[in-house]
């Protein structure tokens, strides 16, 4: 009786361990949350027009325009992304890497954002 019970203490112990110990977070040292984050795309302004996540999370862009915008990643970014130019609907980006991510609305350039992804 006692070295059945042994043994599925040990199956029991093998399974908790397998279960938390076999997941990877690709080596960051933290693991993704996997949040989603909104930004509302208005007439003339992204609300809020700085949004800051963890790496592994995405951004949601849902528009409520009048206007047509887009968001495009700035030229100097080392990120590209682009969604579709329209006044309804959404865009979802999912980030990865640490860093702050400009983008901006290509008709109308003087709307701009920035992402910032910490580590």
């Given at each position: 009786?006692?070295?059945?019970?042994?043994?599925?203490?040990?199956?029991a112990?093998s399974?908790?361990?397998?279960?938390?110990?076999?997941?990877?977070?690709?080596?960051?040292?933290?693991?993704?949350?996997g949040e989603?984050?909104?930004?509302?795309v208005?007439?003339?302004?992204?609300?809020?027009?700085v949004?800051?996540?963890?790496?592994?999370?995405?951004?949601?862009?849902?528009?409520?325009?009048t206007?047509?915008?887009d968001?495009?990643?700035?030229d100097?970014?080392?990120?590209?992304?682009?969604?579709?130019?329209q006044?309804?609907?959404?865009?979802?980006?999912?980030?990865?890497?640490?860093?702050?991510?400009?983008?901006?609305?290509?008709?109308?350039?003087?709307?701009?954002?920035?992402?910032?992804?910490?580590?």
């Open positions: 009786m006692l070295h059945r019970t042994t043994k599925l203490a040990a199956l112990m399974a908790v361990l397998l279960a938390t110990g076999c997941s990877s977070d690709g080596g960051s040292g933290s693991a993704a949350s989603t984050v909104r930004v509302h208005k007439d003339m302004k992204f609300d809020p027009a949004v800051t996540i963890q790496a592994g999370d995405s951004v949601e862009w849902i528009w409520e325009a206007l047509p915008h968001v495009v990643s700035d100097d970014s080392t990120f590209e992304f682009a969604s579709d130019l006044i309804e609907g959404s865009f979802t980006q999912t980030f990865d890497t640490p860093g702050e991510y400009g983008y901006h609305c290509t008709p109308h350039p003087t709307m701009t954002g920035t992402v910032i992804v910490e580590g």
